[in-house]
């Protein structure tokens, strides 16, 4: 069964950059059959994609966000990670990792952590 | 980007109703659609995919259909484990997209 962990500080100023991080068990970032994705929930508001990692293929990105954006793996650790650069109050929420299974449909995710960006 | 529009956002309903939640893309997105659930303080969890194709271990009073670009999930006789909030998300095309939520409340 495939798990996933995520971590980072819970707390962001804004203008500064959101780093997290996804371990993941059961199952290996370098599969190249699987997409790794961040996905992001504003409180009380609807799932936002943010991009994904696929093993071979390199990173996609949501374009309003690929200014700010970077998705890094790093198969040593069997982890993906997510920086977001310059937030703001309007990043503020609960990030999930989440690995799919049929091309795009998230079938497993992490527990979420909120992330509040304020001074 | 894909706009996907769910309609009701609220659905008051009682236990063993018919329940039908309807998402709408605002292009083809051919069969690629996927159905989520989630509850308070949890991770979404996949209902369907492929828009009628129930993932392993789902009830199968959940249902999935697809006409043209309208979508509809269906619980036939909800069940108290059902009240959350439901998703739709289309993978047709980047950026992948949701629908904004389908909440399902106690009447």
């Known amino acids: 069964q495939v798990q996933l962990q995520e971590s980072g500080p819970g707390l962001v100023k804004p203008s500064e950059t959101l780093s997290l991080t996804c371990v993941v068990s059961?199952?290996?970032?370098?599969?190249?059959?699987?997409?790794w994705s961040w996905i992001r929930q504003p409180p009380g508001k609807g799932l936002e994609w943010i991009g994904y990692?696929?093993?071979?293929?390199?990173?996609n990105y949501k374009p309003s966000l690929k200014n700010r954006v970077t998705i890094s793996v790093d198969t040593s650790k069997n982890q993906f990670s997510l920086k977001l650069t310059s937030v703001t109050a309007a990043d503020t929420a609960v990030y999930y990792c989440?690995?799919?299974?049929?091309?795009?449909?998230?079938?497993?995710w992490g527990q979420g952590i909120l992330v509040t960006v304020s001074s | 980007d894909i706009q996907m529009t769910q309609s009701p956002s609220t659905l008051s309903v009682s236990i063993g109703d018919r329940v039908t939640i309807t998402c709408r893309a605002s292009?083809?997105?051919?069969?690629?659609l996927a159905w989520y659930q989630q509850k308070p303080g949890k991770a979404p969890n996949l209902l369907i995919y492929?828009?009628?194709t129930l993932q392993s271990g789902v009830p199968s009073r959940f249902s999935g259909s697809a006409s043209g670009t309208e979508f509809t999930l269906t619980i036939s006789g909800l069940q108290p484990d059902d009240f959350a909030t439901y998703y739709c998300?289309?993978?047709?095309?980047?950026?992948?997209?949701f629908g904004q939520g389908t909440k399902v409340e106690v009447k």
């Open positions: 990692f696929y093993y071979n293929a390199g990173t």
């Open positions: 292009q083809s997105i051919g069969m690629w």
């Open positions: 998300q289309q993978y047709n095309r980047y950026p992948w997209t």
């Open positions: 059961g199952g290996s970032v370098s599969s190249s059959n699987y997409y």
């Open positions: 492929k828009a009628s």
């Open positions: 989440a690995r799919d299974q049929d091309g795009g449909v998230q079938v497993y």
